[in-house]
């Protein structure tokens, strides 16, 4: 007869075997999760140092984390010297991953998307153009390239809606280091009269003499005109930026984020594109902690989210 000591014991183990095996299940589980994520084509983000330095190391971090778990993939950066010509940039790309399944790379980089798509024809790529507040120049699929442009006229037109409600009827400045075309500045105007501010804005070029202390109701800056933040400011400030926001002053309340790591959830929902070019607009970012009315950072909230619609 066996010893009962003995069957007790055996009951033990038996139990602690099941116990143990929903767990193994469950690594089992996130195991194979883990091998596909490695496994699946990964997406390369060109960069180069002083994007990385303006954008932020720790955001570029987070950014980078945030988009591979959305995306599901990997997402990885390809860090080039400035000063790098096409075949290097061509190179970086390719040693990063030999089956990546988009390649993005900046406009200032275009000669090395050419160049890498000319040796790896079968990898998509993607170029971001950004912010421009002039059309591009070079023809739209050279070298079966498909083109990522900012729709800046739905920006400028959100950027009118949020100026017009920090303005509060006070006049609302322009500065950019190009001439805004007649249909971006219809598109800002429109922003601003969509909210009551009928007053039209004063357009000024980054070379002005525009002091951020002078009397106004609030600052949009634009390229260069970045520099303005170095002043003391007494005014409210949209920033058309890949700045990190942690190192912009308290008086910015808004940045339009036009760069790769903010939008390329979106380029990737659209991507490939028929017609060579996909559209999308500004990631904005509305500083909570810096709009003192919350009833108004609400509004503003609200506002970034409408789109332009023409007639």
Request: glycine fraction near 6%; aromatic fraction near 10%.
């Amino acid at each position: 007869m066996p010893d009962i000591n003995s069957i007790l014991e055996f009951i033990k183990l038996e139990l602690l075997e099941r116990r143990k095996r929903p767990l193994i299940g469950i690594l089992l589980f996130f195991v194979v999760l883990g091998a596909v994520f490695l496994l699946r084509s990964p997406v390369l983000i060109v960069t180069d140092a002083s994007f990385d330095q303006l954008y932020g190391s720790l955001r570029l971090r987070e950014e980078r984390a945030r988009l591979s778990h959305r995306l599901f993939r990997r997402v990885i950066p390809v860090t080039v010297t400035e000063t790098a010509g096409p075949d290097l940039v061509a190179l970086a790309a390719a040693g990063a991953s030999k089956s990546a399944k988009l390649v993005i790379f900046p406009y200032r980089y275009l000669e090395g998307a050419e160049y890498y798509t000319k040796n790896s024809p079968k990898t998509p790529v993607l170029v971001m153009e950004g912010t421009r507040f002039q059309a591009r120049n070079s023809s739209v699929g050279d070298f079966g390239l498909v083109f990522a442009r900012i729709n800046t006229e739905e920006d400028l037109y959100r950027a009118g809606l949020c100026a017009a409600l920090l303005a509060d009827g006070e006049q609302v400045v322009f500065i950019s280091d190009e001439t805004l075309p007649g249909e971006y500045r219809d598109a800002f105007r429109e922003g601003l009269r969509a909210q009551g501010h009928l007053k039209d804005p004063v357009y000024l070029n980054s070379q002005s003499d525009f002091s951020p202390n002078s009397e106004g109701g609030c600052a949009v800056l634009a390229g260069s005109a970045g520099k303005f933040l170095e002043q003391s400011s007494k005014i409210p400030i949209i920033l058309f930026s890949w700045i990190d926001p942690g190192l912009t002053p308290r008086t910015v309340k808004i940045i339009f984020d036009d760069s790769p790591w903010a939008l390329a959830a979106e380029l990737i929902r659209k991507f490939p594109s028929r017609e060579g070019e996909i559209f999308v607009s500004s990631k904005p970012f509305v500083f909570p902690d810096r709009i003192d009315d919350k009833r108004d950072f609400r509004k503003i909230r609200g506002k970034i989210k409408e789109k332009l619609q023409k007639n």
